[in-house]
């Protein structure tokens, strides 16, 4: 492997951000910086790739709002939120995805977030303007798994081992 010093400087901020905020497993950071064009998914504990030319959603749709460049996320989400996008038959915007344990911080996420382990999605589905049809389409599909939230103007979906329900709104 061969690289510039720009290259390598930005190799070694994006290793000691990932260290700094203990993200995921050092191989599946390692993919992410040698397969730029793959995005690394976490499922059943094994690290997976998902190029998401595949998926009608961008990587850096995904990424922590801080700019730290988290963006990983798991394949599971990505095919409930693919399966939410052709059942209305809608794009869908992302609120939040990733987010490093300093930005969830910030921003009052709780400290067990399932964003912190790109697991979980806040989002609106763009052709409607009441999202509460979204939340019921996921609850009667997934009744007995997944945290589905309930917020103004969006929507919450995680895919956790168990089941989880909640209304802010």
């Known amino acids: 492997m061969g690289g510039s010093l720009v290259e390598l400087q930005c190799i070694y901020k994006k290793i000691k951000n990932y260290i700094k905020y203990n993200i995921y497993t050092y191989k ?3 993919m ?38 988290f963006s990983a996320m798991d394949a599971e989400l990505l095919e409930v939120l693919e399966d939410v996008r052709a059942h209305f038959n809608s794009s869908i915007k992302i609120n939040s995805g990733c987010r490093c344990q300093k930005h969830n911080r ?22 409607l303007d009441n999202q509460d049809p ?11 798994k997944y945290g589905i939230g309930r917020y103004i103007g969006r929507t919450h979906v995680d895919v956790r081992e168990g089941k989880a329900r909640w209304d802010k709104r």
């Open 28 to 30: 599946a950071y390692f």
């Open 106 to 127: 910030e921003i009052g996420g709780v400290e067990t977030s399932m964003h912190i382990k790109g697991m979980a999605c806040d989002f609106v589905v763009t052709n």
């Open 134 to 144: 979204v939340a019921d389409y996921l609850e009667n599909k997934y009744p007995n």
């Open 32 to 69: 992410l910086l040698f397969e730029p064009k793959n995005d690394i998914i976490k499922k059943n504990k094994k690290v997976k790739t998902m190029e998401y030319k595949k998926q009608n959603f961008a990587r850096h749709e995904f990424a922590c709002k801080c700019g730290c460049g």
